[in-house]
């Protein structure tokens, strides 16, 4: 099976099919969610807060997400990869841009790259298309920007605020972004730019009128335990059975039930029984000389 595209994504929302997407940092959950059907996943910067425990994502650096991508890559055959510019990486000039999106193009493999914001980026979003990399845009809210809003808050509520993200939007796609985006948008207004915009809007905390829907793996699988945010959804509880899974492992190796026969490698009973005999017949050298 061929690897998903922008292009196949976009056609999704001409035929009116949804867009799942969640976030994905590892081998092994790339490759189950790949072979479940997942068609995109975004290795998101938020893998600074559930994968490295900070509390924002602006710790995270480029070879973060280039080492999580090439992860990612290995266990996701078929979904469209795109990994997340992170802070800093996109905010000094298109040029320098350009050098580090090339850069994690190439060294992780993704096919494409998200960033976070709207008519602020659009030159660099459009430098970057016409070089050959697609772009998904981020708006609403923008966890890179924490310290300016003050906290993870709805977006949009005002406005001037939201005539901000209707230009915003207008901008990415005409910078030629393939999909774009909306966190933490109030639901009447998502539904406005997704029917203004001609490419797919991806939302999160958006309400259910957006052409697709993205979410982190570790929220929706139960994994995260600080906080679980008001727009996800559990649909597992991975968390409490790993907890009960890592419980009956103490309990086994403490009373010795694990590890049994099953789990070790045979070998030569009579080996053992001339090392045991060895063993017992052999003095302390020391010993000796000292008798
Ligand atoms: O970094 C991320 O995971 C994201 C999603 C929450 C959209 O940007």
Do not use: W
């Not at 999106?101 to 914001?117: I, N, T």
């Not at 003050?150 to 030629?176: H, M, P």
């Not at 948008?185 to 309400?207: D, F, M, Q, Y």
């Amino acid at each position: 099976m061929s690897r998903v595209t922008p292009d196949q994504i976009r056609q999704m929302k001409s035929r009116g099919e949804r867009i799942p997407m969640l976030t994905a940092y590892d081998y092994p959950t790339a490759s189950i969610l790949d072979s479940a059907g997942v068609p995109m996943l975004l290795v998101g910067d938020t893998l600074g807060m559930v994968v490295q425990g900070n509390d924002s994502t602006l710790p995270v650096t480029i070879e973060d997400i280039i080492y999580h991508t090439r992860a990612v890559l290995r266990g996701a055959k078929h979904a469209l990869v795109v990994a997340d510019m992170p802070f800093g990486s996109f905010q000094v000039s298109v040029e320098e841009t350009m050098r580090n999106a090339a850069r994690m193009m190439k060294e992780s493999g993704a096919q494409a790259v998200k960033l976070e914001g709207g008519v602020r980026v659009a030159a660099s979003v459009r430098a970057l298309v016409e070089a050959g990399i697609p772009v998904m845009g981020h708006i609403g809210l923008t966890p890179q920007s924490v310290n300016v809003t003050g906290g993870f808050k709805v977006q949009g509520k005002t406005e001037r605020s939201a005539r901000a993200l209707l230009a915003d939007a207008a901008a990415l796609e005409a910078a030629g972004a393939f999909a774009i985006v909306l966190e933490l948008v109030p639901a009447e207004l998502s539904r406005l730019l997704t029917e203004r915009l001609s490419v797919p809007t991806i939302g999160i905390g958006a309400g259910p009128s957006c052409d697709g829907e993205v979410q982190v793996i570790y929220d929706v699988m139960g994994l995260f335990p600080d906080f679980t945010p008001r727009h996800t959804k559990r649909y597992a509880d991975l968390g409490a059975a790993m907890r009960a899974g890592v419980e009956t492992y103490l309990r086994e190796v403490r009373e010795r039930s694990f590890p049994t026969e099953a789990q070790s490698a045979p070998i030569d009973a009579s080996l053992i029984e001339r090392l045991r005999a060895e063993s017992s017949t052999t003095k302390d050298p020391v010993e000796s000389e000292d008798a």
